[in-house]
């Protein structure tokens, strides 16, 4: 007892000095004071120092370069000099192959909200450990309608342009110009706390690279909290992957025709709540257009009034998710192929309008694997691969009429059934017919009888 609690203090102690010791926040912040006391011409002066020694703390205040934190006047060069300075700056080896380690370097929006009339576009490449954070951004009427506010995608030399970037705590107003962010080709990227407006065209791209990270995040085209008359006109892309490895986690996408756009394969998206669109205003919540090979996990989400389109869906799991105001899953086809799809565990919620959970658009001609079952349903037609029935009657013959609730028409792999009679004889009975998702059962000799039948369309039987 006696030793544990030395140990929890020392413990402590230590953690409060390594705390103490490494603040280069602390230091920063009092040094900025400074500056800001000793006024706008000796701040100009200390600009035109040389990159501070990596010894010391290297933070990059866009301030201390003339940005006017009141959004007023442009900031725009202001802020790329302060990212050119922190990209150019001293590294400590290399992370990545050709990516120089920036050491953690910080570019600080000091709490302001800065107007940028063009992209900021990284200027160097083959740079990483670098975070950008702590303010706002926003696009100045002029801005150019295809530039995204932050822009990872400048080529370099290096298999990736960039690694471990974190964009954080940063509000993203593309003023209905552009877009708010585009990771080109990056490894390891963090987006976190951002809250992403008023984007024309997409909100965040991501295109090429791995493991973009995507959290805890707001986006929508429109400031609005749901139930906006401009709904039906609300246009553009919450969130485009079209790369591979991605994660989407804890996000909200508020407005926008499509909540996420998936063009790449092994992205999860996880705890997104898309009210972006209702389905009913043409708005989709995530469209998967990788068809063919989708491999995508869509967990633990909230589908608000908007759905899910996949296009055929090779390899995917929606789980967990919980559909409100008969948001509904939509398979596309474009070749007719489905396989390898699991649609589980989910709740859907609707008004009684017999809207479907789960609709096909064309033909599927081909379905291997394929699970569309166990979900929650309550004011909606509940669609299943593995439909139940139960069918009373004097026989000699009972048929299951399994149409309204399979999915694919004319479909049924493998059937199983009970046959119940209190019958003093011993009749013998088997399927006389499947087809038309319908299953014929047929006895003997009549005898009344209760059948239970399970039929499946998507198993993969030996
Ligand atoms: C904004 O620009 C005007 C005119 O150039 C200048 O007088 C003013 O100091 C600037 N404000 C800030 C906060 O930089
Ligand atoms: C790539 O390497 C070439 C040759 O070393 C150099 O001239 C060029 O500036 C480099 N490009 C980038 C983007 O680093
Ligand atoms: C938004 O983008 C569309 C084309 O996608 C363009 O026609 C429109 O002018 C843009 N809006 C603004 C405000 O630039
Ligand atoms: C099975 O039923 C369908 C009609 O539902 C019928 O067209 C077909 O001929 C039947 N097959 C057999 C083997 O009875």
Redesign the pocket.
Known sequence: MGASTTAMILLFAAAVHVYGYNRPDEFSRKRDHLHRMQGILERRSLQQQAPRSPSGPVVYHVTDYGADPTGRNDSTDAVLKAISDALNGPGRGVLFEGIVNLGGARVDLDGGNYLISRPLLFPVSGRGNLAIHGGSLTASYNFP?DGYLLDLSSPSNSTYNYEFITLRDLLLDS????GGISVTNSLRTTIDNCYVTRF??TGILVQGGHETYIRTSYLGQHVTAGGDSGERSF??TAIALAGNDNTVSDVVIFSAQTGILVTGQANLISGVHCYNKAAGFGGVGIHLRLPGLTQTRIVDSYMDYTGIVAEDPVQLTVANTFFLGDAFILFKSVKGVMSGVNVVDNMFAGGDRGIEIVQLEGNFGEVDQVAVDRNAVKGMAVKTTVARASVEGEGPSWTADLGAALIFPNLIKQVQYTFISDAASFPRHFVRNVSDNKVVIQSDVAVPARVYVTADQGGTYL
């Open positions: 309608n003023n209905y110009r552009g024309n065209t246009s553009g």
